[in-house]
């Protein structure tokens, strides 16, 4: 498949290979190891970054660092979507000018999803002089030719490349050995009105369905057990190919690969969900039967306003077709109260929306204006207080449902997968369902990374807690 405007060339490739000898060879000259701190914020795709990110750092001889003050790479991955997270990462910015004074050989580079915007570069640029690299989301496979520019002439360098490129075959560094992300997809066509990420990781376009398969295979055959499929709107995936190819059809392929694992996607919009989707889910065997649906609101004209092209009933009947095709379906959501104009009626129409639709979980936000999206110029009389008042009502409803959905687990056997440790001596193991619910339980740590029966014996709003069966 030709798609040479999309793609980083062979050649360009090939040039970063080279940087990364370069850059290798500076570091097997020093007499011990360089390390690199590499310190992710946001979401799951910036997670899957952060892992090519510290791969091509294993690359050039760095060893993982686990404090800024010793690292001699320090490199924030940030997020744009919420300010909160922009305050925070200007804060530890500003922490760093401290390990920089101490140690003026480390490189500071700020990447991700903020580094994209010029007016963060320029604010960077101007008032975070100790800062050497700003790398945009986009230009992040460019990172050994930078850093290579920085080790060696100590020139600041800023590369918002916005072309909207796939480069494949960089190397990754997993964090884990249980959960693997595939970002089978990057950027967004939908505007929609408060989001910035198709402004910082422009528009969509879908990796070759046989290099994700390939990569699945190899996951699967290196024992991962979960899957987790990435892409702004898996939904749209393949639009942009000529081969025939949507998301249904890339499940479909990759639930063939033999083994036992579970295969997982995010995020969704409802306007490209389909019951060809749904019917594919269905009958795979390794898709999990949960589904992370936003519908950011319960009311008509603010999805408008929202941009978000389907109404309150087109997504009531979208979730009603899924879960008859898919009974026990796990179906989650996002919800955003107090957009710009929204008014208390309109707040409790997402409120009544969640009561009708009962998720099993909900991610739900303040509006948040981001600089640079048309919601952020829009009037927006309501008092932060106001809109507290409506959330917490939102919260509410919710909290009732998911603590009695937990509650009648209770009792109950469920198959798990223990991924992990929990931060609760009492229950060590962490571990989730099929349809992503967080367990912790009782058991040996040796279990970790398999499947698992465990016995319900308890539940709050966020979890369930049990023990596992020999
Ligand atoms: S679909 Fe998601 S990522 Fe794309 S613009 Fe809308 S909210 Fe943002």
Known sequence: MERKNVLVSDEELLRQREYMRRVRAISDARTRAPTALVDTFGCQQNVADGEVLAGMLAEMGYEPASDAADADVVLLNTCAVRAHAEQRVFGELGELSHTKAANPEQVIVLCGCMAQQRRVADKVRES???????????????????????????????????????????????????????????????FCSYCIVPHVRGRERSRDPEKIIAECRELIAAGYKEIYLLGQNVNSYGNDLDAGWDFADLLAAIDAIEGDYWLRFMSSQPKDATKKLFDTMARCKHVAKCLHL????????VLAAMRRPYTRRGYMDLIAYAR?????????????????????AEAMETVELVREAKFDALFTFLFSPRPGTPAAELPDPVPRAEKQRWFDRLLDVQNAHSASTHAAYVGKTVRVLVDGESDDPAFPLSCRTEGNRLVRAKGDKSRIGTFAAVTVTGSNTWALYGEVCE
């Open 128 to 190: 975070y002089r100790h800062v050497d690299l700003v790398l945009g989301a986009q230009a992040e496979w460019r990172l050994p030719e930078l850093l290579y520019g920085v080790l060696t002439q100590r020139k600041r360098a800023f590369a918002l490349d916005d072309a909207g490129r796939i480069a494949e075959g960089l190397p990754v560094r997993r964090d884990g050995t249980v959960r693997a992300w595939v970002s089978i997809m990057y950027g967004c066509n939908n």
């Open 294 to 301: 936003p519908v950011q609101s319960g009311s008509d004209r």
């Open 324 to 344: 008859k095709v898919m009974p026990g379906l796990v179906l989650t959501s996002d919800v955003i109260i107090g957009f710009p104009g929204e008014t208390e």
